[in-house]
């Protein structure tokens, strides 16, 4: 990972996206008043935006900078599946995963509420279905020549299951009963925004936003006193449109959708999310899933999990636990857009 860059900014609207008005760093002054500065850079196969409100202390935005550089390597290097020689990967590899292996606190953090959302969602969000995503070729696997055959998904589905995980955390260890691939590409970039967002707290940076591939942050308010504008986007894969803003000032967001990562086969297009009932790409109404909680691994995951169960399913779940969601649907006309209460707070005029 390249080292972290930073530049004055003016935020008019951040979409989860990241549509971001930036102004170029040469010719500009650092001053005594404060106003959002962008720190960014590549990681975790995407890029990280991080919006601090500070003075524009060269020195101070250097040190945030690197220590944010440092946070984000040491989670890659625990949680990567495309890295051979990650915290996860060496797991992956045991041939022995029935006796108890120590792993660090924050792997198990994301482990436990890993399988907490998996039982909330009966099992649609599975962070052991990572066989199956790499036979569709959403993984460290090559895209697959033909689409798999029955016999293929079975085989590999037989492995799978978040029941046969068992997560401790003092000691932080984890037990499995059989073989298990694990993949925390669903949640593991909601805690690295998690994880950088108290980073950035605990230099003393008060207001913020953070975002990883999607996945945001936000603390705190913008120099003008008003919220962090996010954007949640249209679900098309053509172009950049905005459906609805929402207004943070707290709180992180992160949406799943099928309209960005997939690929077409013989007429029909297969989404990155696969359903771990029956290991195939989801294939329902439901365009995207955004939802809004305290902490962005949790969004991250839930999101996930709800854009597997699909409309129906998600938004009785979603209303029956109070979780703020947001889903749009394609329906007859076009999209349709439904939103739990808890999610009502957070929508602007």
Partial sequence: MT??????????????????AVVALAGCSFGDEKEIWEIAGPVFGTEYHINVVLTGDEEELQTLSEGIEKELNKIDASMSTWKDDSELSMLNHRKDQSEWADISAPLAEVLATALRVSRLTDGAFDVTIGPVVNLWGFGPEARPDK???????????????????????????????GPQYID????AKGYAVD??????????????????????????????GSAWRLAIEQPVSERRQINRVVA????????????????ESNGRR??????????????????????????????????TGF?????????????????????IVRGEDGFEVHNTPAFTSYLTQ
């Fill in 248 to 263: 943070l000032d707290q709180h992180s967001m992160a949406t799943s959708g099928d309209y960005r990562n997939y690929y």
């Fill in 270 to 303: 297969y989404s990155h999310t696969i359903d771990p009932e029956d290991g195939q790409p989801i294939n329902h109404n439901l365009a995207s899933v955004t939802v809004i909680t305290e902490s962005a691994m949790l969004a991250d995951a839930l999101a």
């Fill in 147 to 177: 689409v798999p055959d029955d016999g293929e998904l079975a085989a590999r589905l037989e492995s799978t299951g978040y029941e046969k995980l068992e997560v401790r955390s003092d000691p932080p260890a984890i037990r499995a009963s």
């Fill in 195 to 224: 994880a950088v967002g108290r980073f950035l707290e605990q230099a003393g940076v008060e207001a913020y936003l953070v975002e990883i591939g999607g996945e945001v942050r936000v603390n705190g308010r913008k120099p003008d």
């Fill in 307 to 327: 854009n597997v169960m699909g409309y129906e399913r998600a938004q009785a779940l979603a209303t029956r636990e109070n979780i703020a969601a947001y889903f």
């Fill in 184 to 187: 925390l590409s669903a949640i």
């Fill in 3 to 20: 080292s972290g860059m930073f530049r004055p900014v003016r935020v008019a609207l951040a979409s989860v996206v990241l549509t971001l």
